[in-house]
């Protein structure tokens, strides 16, 4: 694997996207503005879209090969049009492409259809195929890992994790990996994913506060990475749950609200006395009651929760890649932190009494699914 060739990535940086903004929409009195809208001018019609993010830039420019700022706006609003996610459609996308690029799939499969990166017209043609199900669109609408089970020898070219197509790089940062993976929803990046170098210049006294480690380390270290994406799940979840912006705490603890900063917001609304401790108390049985509903109703198991092949067999760039073993011993020092078994990954009884959910696992118990 290579990064994308630097002409083509100077391309889609953010500076290349300024001449089309026309507005801002934000939420009431937010500094932040993260709502831009666009104009462009197809055949001598404007074309307004809205809501462009860094996701839809990397799926429609480095995954499938389409560098120009107009065409990924395009196909950022025909997604927003049909009601398609992005993450999911460009991931199944790049699997065909990959895969017929490998002779893996055929025109015959495809109806005819050359499947080629950087074909923007058969990539807006797969994207209306995905949303009305017709011909090859069909297969794709089932996402990779099921149409791979439909097709022999192509399961190697389905990046996803937990059945979701994977829009995250995985292969450099481990705390960003195993937040990543994780994932209650399966492969997000906004569920406990961090990037450890921007904590790197937090005070010891609060790095030990928050995360319970002297140093964050060094970002390509699996050492310690497991307390950060742990803190930073009990934190989403419940900022998620008051309803708060995610780009408020920034992933940055130095200029982030804190727990206590919750804590006393919360207060204030409610009348009710929460210290920081309750706060993220209740953020991590958040956490624990998503874990417990993946459990009742799926099947997934500790292999669920390791990586991708493709991040541990093919190197970025010739260097960056997972290292399975010390996966392993960051994934078991996780669970352990969690309080969940190392073998299943599922909470331990004295778990669910701490965080007062022995309703759920009685549940779990009645229907099997514990231990």
Request: net charge neutral; glycine share 8%.
């Amino acid at each position: 694997m290579k990064f994308p060739p630097p002409d083509k990535k100077q391309r889609i940086l953010p500076d290349e996207f300024l001449p089309y903004i026309t507005g801002t929409k934000t939420c009431g009195s937010c500094p932040i503005g993260c709502w831009k809208v666009y104009q462009i001018l197809e055949k001598g019609k404007s074309i307004v879209i809205e809501a462009l993010q860094i996701n839809s830039i990397h799926n429609f420019g480095a995954r499938l090969d389409l560098f120009d700022p107009e065409i990924i706006l395009k196909a950022h609003d025909l997604c927003n049009d049909l009601g398609l996610d992005e993450d999911n459609t460009s991931g199944a996308i790049a699997w065909a492409f990959e895969c017929y690029e490998k002779g893996l799939i055929t025109n015959e499969l495809t109806g005819g259809l050359k499947l080629q990166w950087g074909d923007e017209g058969t990539v807006f043609e797969l994207i209306k195929d995905i949303a009305y199900r017709r011909g090859f669109g069909d297969l794709l609408a089932e996402g990779c890992q099921q149409a791979s089970e439909k097709l022999q020898g192509t399961k190697d070219c389905c990046t996803h994790i937990k059945g979701q197509e994977l829009f995250e790089v995985l292969w450099a940062c481990p705390a960003w990996a195993l937040g990543t993976v994780v994932s209650a929803r399966g492969g997000s990046h906004t569920r406990g994913a961090v990037k450890a170098e921007r904590l790197k210049d937090i005070p010891t006294s609060l790095c030990q506060r928050l995360f319970g480690i002297p140093t964050v380390g060094d970002k390509f270290s699996y050492e310690h990475k497991e307390h950060l994406v742990i803190f930073f799940e009990k934190m989403q979840a419940l900022s998620n749950s008051l309803g708060m912006c995610y780009f408020v705490h920034g992933l940055c603890a130095v200029d982030m609200l804190l727990p206590e900063d919750y804590a006393r917001l919360f207060s204030t609304a409610t009348g009710q006395n929460f210290d920081s401790e309750k706060m993220m108390w209740l953020g991590e049985r958040i956490f624990n009651l998503e874990k417990s509903f993946n459990i009742l109703h799926t099947k997934w198991t500790r292999e669920d929760d390791m990586p991708p092949k493709r991040f541990t067999s093919k190197p970025l760039d010739g260097k960056f890649k997972i290292d399975l073993k010390a996966w392993d011993r960051m994934l078991d020092r996780y669970y352990e932190l969690h309080g969940w078994d190392q073998k299943t990954g599922k909470p331990l009884k004295e778990s669910f009494k701490r965080l007062d959910l022995d309703t759920i696992q009685r549940k779990l118990e009645q229907n099997g699914k514990l231990f």
